[in-house]
């Protein structure tokens, strides 16, 4: 029977376990295959690997597509040397899951061990300090999986506390940063490693008129973030972001407007020509109530934060900078993004914090400084609106209390 002594021992453990303050980002690592398809060549190169060129209508649209697409260059693993070797890939009448998940469970782990280690080397500590490890993917169908190969990879110790995220598509990175900020918030000492890592060897094949846009946007790559919360190791550890309030949203009777489905085939995925207008509709809702849960019952003026946002298409970004009315610079570092990889899904918005922090620097360096208050949204199947609301730290010797 627990008496008063034991409750007392239980309040004390509960209040002792909690970091101090809010989570921080502390280290990002990202990560491409080398093979790189540039968007101008895109449309007459795929057709013709999918044998699709008699569909000339679709093929002059995936043209129009390829060009308002902001989008210059993908990193893209699979090339026509392995659609070579398995015509089942373009075949819809041929079951084709084994061999792409067999491919896909050597080039996932690639990249994410490749994005982790970039994280952990500078997070400066090492591997066996990461606490809990969670891995987002949508090419994901076996059990063991990634998250346990990755921590093996890694070295990481036994008891890392592991978790995997399936099928989040493009807000499967924004849900992995918010469940590790509640990780290290509720964990003193915790140091989660996320890694997401995509790539689109599951959902390729012939176009048509529903995943037309998909071919065209999407590519691979995989992102790595360590979170931790306070006490930090002041020699080491440098916060890039904290991570200050965090929710999820989703847009009610919208699941049919960005799917995934596993088959036999493949994931056949669509994306209905709506998406940007529902986003567009939903986002300002997201950001007030992401500010009045802090407490704020006046909204900032959304041009004096800084933006990281996941560039699920040039249309996204332009409806929000519209709705907005950002200032065509706070949307620079997701333009970015999206012109230099593509949609990357759930691995893009680490990219995204990425470039944020990669631009913070310079203009730091140029006595720019940008806004210490930021946002950071991710979108995905749902349709789902991850919203967190960022801080930059402050240098080390001008810290609060
Ligand atoms: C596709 C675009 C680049 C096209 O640019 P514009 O809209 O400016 O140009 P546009 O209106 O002339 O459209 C060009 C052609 O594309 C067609 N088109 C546009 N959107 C379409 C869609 N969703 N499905 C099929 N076709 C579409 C138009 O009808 C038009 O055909 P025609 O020329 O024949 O008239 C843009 O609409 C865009 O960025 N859309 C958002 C893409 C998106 O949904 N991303 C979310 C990814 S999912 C994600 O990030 C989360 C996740 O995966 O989980």
């Known amino acids: 029977m627990?008496?008063?002594?034991?409750?007392?021992?239980v309040e004390s453990r509960r209040y002792t376990q909690h970091a101090q303050g809010p989570a921080a980002v502390l280290a990002i690592g990202t990560e491409n295959p080398t093979n790189i398809v540039l968007q101008d060549e895109f449309a007459g190169h795929y057709f013709s690997l999918t044998k699709c060129n008699h569909l000339t209508e679709l093929k002059e649209k995936m043209k129009r597509i390829c060009e308002k697409s902001g989008i210059e260059k993908r990193y893209m693993h699979m090339g026509d040397e392995f659609i070579r070797a398995h015509p089942e890939i373009i075949d819809k009448n041929l079951p084709?899951?084994?061999?792409?998940?067999d491919i896909a469970a050597t080039?996932?782990?690639?990249?994410?061990?490749?994005?982790?280690?970039?994280?952990?080397?500078?997070w400066g500590r090492p591997a066996t300090d990461i606490t809990h490890l969670i891995f987002s993917t949508y090419s994901g169908?076996?059990?063991?999986?990634?998250?346990?190969?990755?921590?093996?990879?890694?070295?990481?110790r036994p008891t890392v506390s592991r978790t995997i995220l399936s099928l989040h598509g493009c807000s499967g990175g924004g849900r992995a940063l918010q469940l590790a900020?509640?990780?290290?918030?509720?964990?003193?000492?915790?140091?989660?490693?996320?890694?997401?890592?995509?790539?689109?060897?599951?959902?390729?094949?012939?176009?048509?008129?529903?995943?037309?846009?998909?071919?065209?946007?999407?590519?691979d790559g995989a992102g790595a973030v360590i979170v931790g919360g306070g006490p930090f190791d002041d020699d080491v550890e440098r916060p890039l972001f904290e991570m200050v309030a965090a929710s999820q949203t989703m847009i009610p009777g919208t699941g049919k407007e960005i799917g995934m489905q596993i088959t036999s085939t493949g994931i056949d995925f669509q994306l209905t020509m709506k998406v940007p207008m529902l986003i567009r509709d939903n986002i300002q809702q997201c950001l007030l109530d992401a500010f009045r849960s802090m407490g704020n019952t006046d909204p900032p003026n959304w041009n004096d934060l800084f933006w990281a946002v996941h560039p699920g298409g040039r249309a996204i970004l332009d409806s929000i900078e519209g709705t907005l009315q950002l200032q065509p610079s706070k949307l620079a570092a997701s333009r970015h993004v999206l012109r230099e990889y593509g949609n990357m899904s759930g691995a893009t918005i680490t990219f995204v914090l990425d470039e944020v922090r990669r631009r913070r620097e310079k203009e730091d360096g140029e006595q720019q400084k940008q806004p210490e208050w930021g946002v950071m949204l991710a979108f995905g199947p749902g349709i789902t609106i991850e919203t967190m609301v960022l801080r930059t730290p402050k240098p080390c010797g001008l810290k609060e209390n």
Not at 2 to 9: E, L, V
Not at 188 to 217: K, Q, Y
């Open 2 to 9: 627990p008496g008063a002594a034991t409750d007392d021992m």
């Open 96 to 101: 084709s899951l084994d061999a792409r998940a």
């Open 107 to 122: 080039e996932v782990l690639k990249l994410a061990e490749s994005a982790a280690r970039k994280a952990i080397a500078e």
């Open 141 to 156: 169908c076996r059990a063991p999986s990634y998250d346990l190969q990755l921590a093996s990879l890694l070295g990481l």
């Open 181 to 219: 900020k509640e990780l290290a918030e509720n964990n003193r000492g915790a140091r989660v490693l996320v890694a997401c890592s995509e790539v689109i060897l599951m959902c390729f094949g012939c176009p048509d008129v529903t995943n037309i846009v998909g071919h065209a946007i999407f590519g």
